[in-house]
């Protein structure tokens, strides 16, 4: 499928993503198999009974090979299956959508270091589902949201996300903006690297 901006058009502030060459863009879950037994809540949940309809992730490539990647940026637009109270997102489908606007951030610090392939790198090989190692992958240490404003829902919003690489952790930041470059929502969060596979 084509990244287009025909989808995000009420976005203007948003708009020079798909056409400035320093930003890369790419169609969330694209690269993982229909029967990939990775990001099942995202690609599958979320999407269902109309929930998100587009959801495209782009980030600002470093201007130097050694240089970090310091800026990341989502938008989706989504129908009534993530409304809450009439006309209003969810909060929790919010969260979500936070959550994952900041791990893009994260994710993209991981493509740019050479840790994964093509951004989100899929467990499965050739129908062969890999060993879940866990050991050096980033996870979610704590997340804080601010809800300033109704998220309208059906509807069409982008995120701004800021990246600190420090190594071992990444601390990560967000707004979401509505079609006037209002924001609605800020979030903020800490993903650290895991030292082995979790007891489950």
């Not at 879950?29 to 990939?36: M, N």
């Not at 998100?52 to 310091?70: I, M, Q």
């Not at 071992?168 to 082995?196: Q, T």
């Amino acid at each position: 499928m084509p990244i287009s901006p025909e989808p995000f058009k009420s976005l203007p502030w948003a708009l020079h993503l798909f056409s400035d060459p320093q930003w890369t863009a790419s169609i969330r879950g694209s690269r993982l198999t229909a029967t990939a037994n990775q990001d099942c809540f995202n690609r599958k949940t979320m999407r269902s009974n109309d929930g998100v309809r587009h959801w495209y992730e782009f980030y600002k490539k470093p201007s130097t090979p050694d240089g970090l990647v310091t800026d990341a940026a989502t938008l989706v637009t989504c129908g009534p299956g993530l409304m809450g109270f009439p006309g209003m997102m969810h909060a929790g489908a919010m969260s979500t959508l936070v959550d994952e606007a900041l791990a893009w951030g994260m994710l993209c610090v991981a493509k740019h270091n050479g840790e994964l392939v093509d951004g989100r790198d899929s467990l499965e090989d050739e129908g062969e589902e890999k060993e879940l190692e866990l050991a050096g992958w980033m996870a979610t240490a704590w997340l804080n949201i601010k809800y300033l404003r109704p998220v309208p829902c059906p509807g069409v919003i982008g995120f701004e996300t800021e990246v600190n690489d420090l190594g071992k952790k990444i601390e990560l930041s967000c707004v979401v903006k509505n079609a006037k470059g209002e924001v609605l929502v800020k979030g903020e969060g800490l993903w650290v690297r895991m030292k082995g596979t979790p007891k489950i």
